[in-house]
């Protein structure tokens, strides 16, 4: 396999058949059932993607820069083996992936980075595609989270960042990043909490009227920055979160606040009956 190009893949028979899950995910408005969310998702990260990057930084003060960064260096040492295999889930345009490039040595085994969402994965490619030749490098590819098209226990360490918090279904996520996961493997999941105390009070303010009114200014749109507020304040609290995950087959399960709470890295284990 090529370590350049976008792979179209958006499912294989590796993947298998999900058990029905009773764990509900994303919904934006208009969805009435998981397919439409997932429709509806995808549609919405397509048709902003060319304001995308401008967006994420004006709105976070670009202090999501130091998220990744901390996210990358919190797997520093399995990103440090050449030979690990390692997967940027919902990877969008490729800013977490190009944070984990930074742990990778050369010569190293390319990292996977999928999302569904093409015209996000295009503008992904072109950031995190090696301009040297052994320089670290990652594969492009376009996939749904929930049905991967990897093999089973083959993949040492995955992560998403901002991505997780869409997914139609957290549960069946969380049990599909298990298919994938070696026994042992680690899943990192950074994504929005709504932080407490005053500074969530003042958050809150921004968050649910501030943010859409700029989004709107610089995209054009009501819909994706409507949608945001919307989907932190509908994903589980971190203990709920962390309990999911545990109840998804991961051990060691921990979450680490970042900036005041209104961020934050899940971490788990695969444990050995995935």
């Known amino acids: 396999m090529g370590h350049r190009g976008i792979l179209w893949l958006a499912w294989s028979e590796d993947a298998g ?52 960064w901390q996210t990358a260096r919190r797997f520093r040492k399995v990103l440090a083996d050449p030979d690990a295999a390692v997967l940027d889930v919902c990877c969008g345009t490729g800013h977490m992936t190009r944070a984990l490039l930074k742990g990778r040595p050369h010569g190293a085994r390319p990292i996977l980075a999928a999302d569904f969402a093409r015209e996000m994965l295009r503008r992904g490619a072109r950031r995190f595609d090696a301009r040297k030749a052994g320089e670290p490098s990652a594969v492009a590819l376009e996939a749904d989270a929930l049905h991967l098209p990897l093999r089973s226990a083959s993949l040492d360490l995955i992560v998403t960042a901002f991505g997780f918090r869409n997914l139609a279904n957290y549960e069946a996520g969380l049990k599909e990043f298990a298919r994938v996961l070696k026994p042992g493997g680690q899943l990192g999941i950074l994504d929005f909490s709504e932080p407490g105390g005053l500074v969530g009070k003042a958050y809150a303010v921004y968050f649910r009227r501030v943010l859409p009114a700029i989004g709107r200014l610089i995209c054009g749109k009501d819909g994706p920055y409507n949608y945001l507020p919307a989907s932190v304040a509908k994903f589980p609290p971190p203990a709920e979160m962390l309990d999911l995950m545990r109840a998804s087959g991961y051990t060691d399960c921990t979450w680490q606040p970042y900036t005041f709470g209104i961020a934050g890295l899940y971490t788990g284990v695969r444990g050995d009956a995935g």
Do not use: C
């Not at 397919?35 to 993607?49: K, L, N």
């Open 17 to 68: 058949t999900l058990n029905q899950m009773t764990t509900t995910g994303a919904k934006p408005v208009g969805a009435v059932d998981e397919a439409g969310a997932a429709r509806a998702v995808q549609q919405m990260f397509d048709s902003i993607a060319p304001r995308y990057d401008l967006l994420n930084h004006v709105l976070s003060a670009s202090v999501d820069r130091l998220w990744w």
